[in-house]
């Protein structure tokens, strides 16, 4: 029996209800992934070209970083990683946490959250993130999704 953890990024909670659902529903363990310094309303203002939030997602080599690396990564072999859509894409901090362990041979499930738009080029900029992984195609999930409808798509891997 293969150990699962759903690893994920929440800006604004969103993410993090579906990562817990998903947790709760499959029997995973559970990882959220905090950036070392935290977020502001200011920084995640995507209008403005000045904020933090914009001025990471317009530089492809940005690896914010994360407050704690989990120590027994080698003990999963099935990631589910969520994350919110920013600029169709995964925020880069999700690089950043992918590239801080060796994830070969590990599973990586790709999930996210967004007001409407799907996965983008995500997986093609993650990929080189997690070398020697199998990195699944990814899935965009509404906030209010279902554990039955978790489970059906998690069972899938």
């Known amino acids: 029996m293969s150990k699962k953890l759903v690893a994920y990024f929440s800006a604004s909670g969103v993410t993090a209800k579906v990562a817990e659902r998903l947790s709760e529903s499959i029997g995973a363990d559970l990882h959220e992934i905090t950036p070392k310094v935290r977020y502001t309303d200011a920084d995640l203002d995507w209008r403005d070209k000045t904020s933090r939030s ?22 999963y072999d099935t990631i ?56 699944a195609e990814g899935c965009v999930f509404k906030a209010d999704i279902s554990k039955q409808e978790l489970v059906s798509w998690a069972e899938q891997w």
């Open 54 to 75: 914009s001025i990471e997602m317009s530089n492809p080599a940005s690896r914010p970083e994360i407050e704690r690396i989990r120590d027994n990564m080698q003990d």
């Open 80 to 135: 589910y990683l969520g994350f919110p859509i920013w600029w169709y894409i995964a925020p880069t901090i999700i690089n950043t946490f992918l590239e801080s362990y060796d994830l070969t041979g590990k599973t990586i499930v790709p999930f996210a959250t967004s007001g409407g738009s799907g996965m983008g080029k995500t997986n093609e900029l993650l990929l080189p993130s997690c070398p020697g992984a199998i990195l």
